[in-house]
């Protein structure tokens, strides 16, 4: 079973930067790809991005393209989220998830889930 803790989450203005962490356990995470998901209030989970086992291959969300950037560290199994030029429209609850299955790519089903953190972008 592995555990997903999301970190970095807040309040900021728009304009502004976050950098959110995603510190997996319990699995070899080094060899599963991760991504990003966001949910707005009354709104469906969208992908934000995801990046494939070895960090080489990244997807990116139309919306969030040259501004956020997914990367990890294997070394200290943890995936992060940068997030540049925020808008009010990125204010969602954001939570990472890691592949059903190893060795995959950036196309991907998630099989675990964190909790969130929630994103505040203001006006």
């Known amino acids: 079973q592995v555990q997903l803790v999301e970190s970095g989450g807040g309040l900021v203005q728009a304009g502004g930067s976050l950098r959110l962490s995603c510190a997996a356990s319990?699995?070899?995470?080094?060899?599963?790809?991760m991504a990003w998901f966001r949910q707005a209030p009354g709104k469906e989970r969208e992908l934000v991005a995801a990046i494939n086992w070895r960090g080489v291959h990244t997807l990116y969300a139309d919306s969030v393209k040259g501004r956020f950037t997914i990367s990890r560290d294997n070394a200290k199994n943890t995936v992060y989220l940068q997030m540049n030029s925020l808008k009010p429209e990125d204010t969602a609850v954001y939570s990472c998830?890691?592949?059903?299955?190893?060795?995959?790519?950036?196309?991907?089903?998630?099989?675990?889930w964190g909790q969130g953190t929630q994103v505040t972008v203001s006006s």
């Open positions: 998830a890691l592949d059903s299955r190893p060795f995959g790519d950036t196309i991907m089903t998630p099989a675990s």
């Open positions: 319990g699995r070899t995470f080094s060899t599963y790809s």
